[in-house]
């Protein structure tokens, strides 16, 4: 849903964050905003992103600037040296939306590594709270059981004769589910079949 209030956005990324940049570059031109790409043909690095959208908001030719890294953090603490600039490094679409209600931010900075964002939000300390040892041995028994029925699971898969495609495609899969076991756990698990 476009906000009528803003008509003209620049938008950034590094190489880190060059894709993502892309997809909501092209997303903003979809819902008709005006945006302005600092490095539409290669990624510039995040300094040199920063700087360009920061100084493009802090003139007022813009309403808004979004600045993309790998983590985000670059970019967030060079557009926030600049004076009227007021980035918000935000990992959801609540951060996003408080920056705006709450501060008033003018420059929404994100991060392409989503996989440890993701890991980042869904983890919480667990050393300070009493018995955090037998709980983190409950968690890894209860994870390690998991992956060990699974590997059964498509052991079973592979046992079988290997005649359709979805069968050798199962039968793939259950050697790298085992790789990964070996990689991961130090342990190998065998198959008959």
């Not at 309403?63 to 557009?79: E, K, P, Q």
């Not at 059964?152 to 790789?179: A, P, W, Y």
Request: glycine share 10%; proline share 2%.
């Amino acid at each position: 849903m476009k906000n009528e209030k803003v008509k003209k956005v620049i938008i950034g990324g590094d190489p880190g964050g060059f894709e993502l940049k892309n997809a909501v570059r092209d997303h903003l031109i979809e819902e008709g905003y005006d945006v302005t790409d600092v490095d539409p043909q290669s990624p510039d690095l995040f300094q040199d992103v920063a700087v360009k959208v920061a100084q493009g908001v802090q003139s007022g030719t813009y309403d808004r600037g979004i600045a993309i890294c790998g983590t985000g953090m670059g970019v967030s603490i060079i557009c926030n040296k600049h004076r009227g600039v007021y980035a918000a490094l935000c990992e959801s679409v609540y951060q996003a939306r408080r920056a705006k209600q709450v501060n008033n931010t003018n420059v929404l900075c994100m991060g392409a590594a989503s996989w440890l964002m993701r890991g980042w939000r869904r983890n919480t300390c667990r050393g300070l709270r009493p018995g955090w040892r037998r709980s983190w041995k409950k968690s890894l028994t209860s994870l390690w059981n998991l992956k060990k029925q699974c590997i059964d699971k498509f052991t079973d898969m592979r046992s079988r004769s290997c005649g359709t495609e979805e069968q050798k495609l199962n039968q793939s899969f259950v050697i790298h589910i085992q790789q990964k076991w070996k990689l991961k756990f130090g342990k190998n698990v065998e198959c008959d079949g």
